[in-house]
């Protein structure tokens, strides 16, 4: 009985390997993010205004770290694009020929959270340390 539940495992296992390798052709997370950074333009203008307004954001959050009430509005801005960020993608999906040489914008989200919501994400992490602080 128990060679029978030892052959269920390695069964099991090698299908999840074999899914895993399917799903993820370059098998290591420096391999996926190098396939990410090439597979993006990083000049076109869009998505350098996309970064600076982020980096902006952060500085603005930064340098009014004491003002609670501009630290609520960033919260709101950026939970907004956060929480919206299926519906933006979506749509930015259906209108990319009108701002950019390719379509970013797949089914997944993928771009859409690691050029916006990942940075969005460390600049409201930094408005919840200055709350908790009370800086």
């Not at 899914?19 to 052709?25: D, E, F, L």
């Not at 501009?70 to 519906?87: N, P, T």
Request: hydrophobic share 55%; net charge negative.
């Amino acid at each position: 009985m128990e060679s029978h539940f030892e052959d269920v495992k390695q069964q099991i296992l090698q299908k999840v390997q074999a899914a895993i390798k399917v799903s993820n052709p370059t098998e290591s997370f420096w391999g996926n993010v190098q396939a990410f950074a090439n597979a993006v333009d990083w000049k076109e203008p869009w998505i350098i205004a996309l970064l600076v307004g982020q980096v902006i954001a952060f500085l603005l959050v930064l340098l009014n770290r004491r003002n609670t009430t501009f630290l609520s509005v960033a919260f709101g801005c950026l939970g907004f694009l956060i929480y919206f960020g299926e519906s933006i993608n979506r749509i930015a999906a259906q209108h990319w020929d009108g701002f950019a040489t390719q379509n970013y914008f797949d089914s997944n989200g993928i771009f859409y959270s690691v050029v916006v919501s990942g940075p969005a994400l460390v600049t409201l992490f930094a408005v919840l340390i200055f709350y908790l602080l009370g800086v």
